[in-house]
């Protein structure tokens, strides 16, 4: 059983959790108070992550501590035999793959530390980071503008999402909470709907659950 | 530069996918845009009468739109308010609606009017552009789009004013290759917002 320790707080270990949902891969979850308590800063938790740092994957080989690292466990996971004619969750073959990755590392240096900043009161260049999140930001919407045009739907070419979309989705998606707007980038806005709608999406604190179907209504008497 | 008379483009029409709320800005005033189960769009003051909530934040849910807030539903046209999950028995009062702003789609793009005078722009064709939002007023934009026009005939562009200080370069190209275009327009932007920069590092 995969054993992921984690906090609601984190935008990294959100991702975790919402893959596993997505992948259909079930976690035992193990919360950790990272704020105002510092879980996070004993030495028994830094024997699992010794940066201090979360979401923490145990159950799959060593423990891993980076979250790209944990996605990839879910991920490959999740890439069932079953499911081996789809596009699958990981696909580290591709370079285009590693390249969202980094972009979702990225996101989390800027987007994610703003946030952090705004919400927690790490401290930080607020308005630095800002910058460099929109630059980063203009680029995502430039890709998923002509991706769009030519008739696909995420990140990469492929009939599915993959483990980069959601490492990507999860800073852009809270990334208002660090004072980003995203009214500037349509086509973002129009993949974090779709990511949404996903069977087993999940959602964290700052985002929505997608709406049921219409209900019938009774109609109003007179 | 903004089109025939009052009448400005605010989104694309392929911005209006099924089920999603468009959000844009017009000179400071939010705006939500999305698409009915008529095919006719619906452009609106982004803000629920309930909270003041975004409607950009909800969702086209059986041809109304869904508040994210409290899910109240709002009517296709009128802005209508028909139904309040809190009090599902109860007849909404016609007071509450959503405040619609005027709407042409024309040419792929859809337009509105800070007041609506005349009719909305004609003759337009062409493929639609990658709008490109640009941290400058919308006249140093105008300026810009200007030049590129005299340079570059294929193109028509547009400037839609977001706030005092942003607009947004929109347009149409006949006969030029998409990509091709987009790249000139970015590289206009670099050079309107590196003149920003300079300017302030001169103070």
Redesign the interface.
């Known amino acids: 059983m995969l054993i992921l320790h984690t906090s609601d707080l984190l935008a990294e270990a959100y991702a975790a959790r919402l893959l596993a949902s997505l992948a259909g891969v079930a976690l035992e979850i193990r919360h950790l108070d990272i704020h105002p308590g510092r879980d996070h800063e004993t030495d028994a938790f830094r024997v699992l992550s010794p940066l201090g740092r979360l979401p923490v994957l145990e159950g799959a080989g060593a423990p891993l501590a980076d979250w790209q690292a944990v996605l990839c466990a879910i991920a490959t996971r999740g890439d069932t035999p079953a499911r081996a004619d789809a596009p699958g969750w990981w696909r580290g073959a591709d370079p285009a793959f590693i390249g969202w990755l980094g972009m979702a590392r990225d996101l989390a240096a800027s987007a994610g530390v703003a946030r952090l900043h705004e919400g927690l009161g790490v401290p930080a260049d607020g308005a630095a980071l800002r910058a460099a999140a929109h630059a980063l930001l203009r680029e995502v919407e430039r890709h998923l503008w002509f991706a769009e045009r030519a008739g696909q739907r995420w990140l990469l070419a492929g009939e599915g999402p993959c483990a980069a979309d959601i490492a990507c989705y999860v800073h852009i998606a809270l990334c208002e909470e660090g004072g980003i707007a995203r009214m500037d980038y349509p086509a973002i806005r129009r993949w974090v709907d779709r990511i949404r709608h996903l069977p087993g999406y999940i959602v964290t604190s700052g985002t929505f659950a997608p709406p049921a179907p219409a209900p019938v209504r009774q109609p109003v008497r007179a | 530069m903004s089109g025939r008379g009052p009448w400005v483009p605010v989104?694309a029409s392929?911005?209006l996918?099924p089920?999603?709320v468009?959000?844009?800005?017009l000179a400071g005033q939010g705006l939500a845009l999305w698409r009915g189960d008529d095919g006719a769009v619906n452009v609106w003051e982004d803000r629920c009468p309930h909270r003041g909530v975004r409607f950009s934040?909800g969702?086209v849910?059986?041809?109304?739109l869904?508040c994210?807030y409290h899910?109240w539903r709002f009517a296709a046209g009128s802005g209508a308010c028909t139904?309040i999950p809190a009090q599902?028995?109860?007849?909404v009062p016609r007071a509450i609606h959503a405040t619609p702003w005027p709407v042409a789609e024309v040419a792929g793009l859809v337009w509105t009017a800070l007041a609506a005078q005349g009719a909305p722009p004609a003759d337009l064709a062409g493929e639609v552009l990658?709008?490109l939002?640009v941290n400058r007023p919308a006249a140093a934009v105008a300026q810009e789009a200007a030049a590129l026009m005299a340079a570059h005939p294929a193109l028509r562009l547009f400037v839609q004013p977001l706030a005092a200080d942003r607009a947004v370069i929109r347009g149409l190209a006949a006969g030029v290759d998409?990509?091709a275009a987009?790249l000139l327009l970015?590289a206009a932007r670099r050079r309107l917002e590196d003149a920003a920069l300079m300017e302030a590092a001169a103070c």
Do not use: C, L, S, W
């Open positions: 989104a392929a911005d996918a089920g999603h468009y959000q844009t800005m934040a969702d849910v059986g041809g109304e869904r994210v899910a139904f599902p028995n109860a007849k990658r709008a939002p998409i990509m987009d970015e």
